[in-house]
């Protein structure tokens, strides 16, 4: 018998958590049908958590994406389909790829990452249209994309130094109607791999707290730049990510395992921390920077 798991109309970071709660009770060898076909919208994130999410089960899920053409047609420029087709038997109608139209918010199609030459590659993807969108789209400073670049390869750097393996990125650029009503640029990426609190455990010497879990791995990581590494200077990365999601007044989640950490801005009203959630290997960021208001 085989067990259906439905993804919501609207797929993101928060209800993305949907398809965990329904994921969570069913055995490990249960067949499995992730259901898209009434999806309309997905984030970077949601897109790139659902390839994550069939690299988590030894028996291969089976997928059957969005019925809607417009959604599916999205999803395939997006590269969605090409690295679904790797981690899940597809079912279900197909959208054959196009050609790329001259206007697109996708900055970055969903990439793979598991080397660093595959981090090397996304940075010089993206430079370009970074520029164009950070500076002429969302007002920010040219400095930015600078650190817009490193920013991505530093969150990718982490699936090739901490997952063993394959993780996902996707950065995207949309009107985010909900809270702002502005533009904003995201970027995603997930991994399925062995997550932060296993990652820190396993640097030598480290002394476990009665409270250790994965929120307070996230809490080191993030707040206090621990690093598995020995090296001095290690474990700074995701502090100069949180500097310059901050200097723009950005968002910054991260989850792993059963917790969420986030650098809540004053536009959203997310929580800074939730524990409890359904277990979910490896980790899923997601960063975002919305456009500046200028002042005339």
């Known amino acids: 018998m085989t067990s259906v798991i439905t993804v919501p109309p609207s797929l ?43 690299q ?41 790829p196009r050609a790329a139209a001259s206007e697109s918010n996708v900055l970055l199609e969903i990439t793979a990452v598991a080397r660093s030459d595959d981090v090397h590659d996304v940075v010089e993807k993206i430079q370009a249209k970074a520029q164009a969108i950070l500076v002429n789209e969302l007002n920010l400073d040219p ?67 009665d409270r250790w879990d994965d929120a307070m791995a996230l809490e080191d990581a993030l ?18 990510v949180r500097r310059y999601v901050g200097k723009w007044e950005g968002k910054l989640a991260i ?3 059963t917790a969420r950490i986030a650098i809540v801005p004053a536009w959203e009203d997310d929580v800074p921390l939730r524990e409890g959630l359904p277990a979910f290997p490896g980790a899923q960021v997601q960063i975002t920077i919305p456009e500046r208001v200028v002042q005339r």
């Not at 533009?183 to 997930?190: E, S």
């Open 223 to 240: 707040i206090r730049g621990v690093s598995r590494f020995r090296d001095p200077g290690r474990g700074q990365g995701l502090a100069g």
């Open 12 to 54: 993101d970071d928060q209800t993305f958590e949907h398809v965990l709660e329904q994921l969570a009770p069913l055995p490990v060898d249960q067949k499995i049908l992730v259901d898209a076909r009434h999806t309309r919208w997905s984030s970077p994130y949601g897109l790139t958590a659902l390839l994550t999410l069939g």
């Open 56 to 96: 988590t089960r030894s028996e291969r899920m089976s997928f059957t994406g969005p019925e809607t053409e417009e959604t599916a047609s999205y999803w395939q420029r997006a590269g969605f389909y090409e690295h679904a087709e790797k981690v899940f038997e597809m079912h279900g109608h197909v959208p054959r």
């Open 255 to 257: 989850r792993s395992g």
């Open 143 to 209: 400095m930015a994309t600078m650190r817009f670049a490193m920013t991505l390869s530093e969150v990718c750097q982490n699936i090739v130094e901490h997952a063993g393996t394959t993780g996902w990125v996707a950065v995207q650029t949309y009107r985010y109607r909900q809270r702002l009503g502005r533009r904003v640029v995201v970027i995603a990426v997930c991994d399925a791999g062995i997550g932060f609190r296993k990652s820190l455990e396993s640097s030598q010497g480290r002394k476990l707290s």
